[in-house]
Nanobody
């Protein structure tokens, strides 16, 4: 199983970025997906999750209304559209595949596979 995340970079506060994560090696349409992030000196934290059908989504309070998670089954890809970025959004962002049969949750323990991470830096 491989997860390839991309789309990170340097952006000014108030700007936008879209992260992508291409998944291979498993049946993407059968898995819930999530995004997490880890800032320097901090623990990894939940950002957003999406069900296998794409109908159900969940967001951390800190990003609700600014970030949107989506998925394209035809492309085996999950996205994280980030808008109105703040300096506190600076972190390495990781995509993750939920364990088979598990619903996407806010706990990293419920995810079986992880991408390599993509750096997002928001300047003031």
């Amino acid at each position: 199983v491989q997860l390839q995340a991309s789309g990170g970079g340097l952006v000014q506060a108030g700007g936008s970025l879209r992260l992508s994560c291409v998944v291979s090696g498993l049946t993407f349409r059968l898995r819930d997906m999530g995004w997490f992030r880890q800032a320097p000196g901090k623990e990894r934290e939940f950002v957003a999750a999406i069900s296998r059908s794409g109908v159900r989504t969940d967001y951390a309070d800190s990003v609700k209304g600014r970030f949107t998670i989506s998925r394209d089954v035809a492309k085996n890809t999950v996205y994280l559209q980030m808008s109105s970025l703040k300096t506190e959004d600076t972190a390495v962002y990781y995509c993750a595949v939920a364990r088979y049969g598990s619903r996407a949750s806010r706990s990293a323990l419920d995810y079986a596979y992880w991408g390599q991470g993509t750096q997002v830096t928001v300047s003031s």
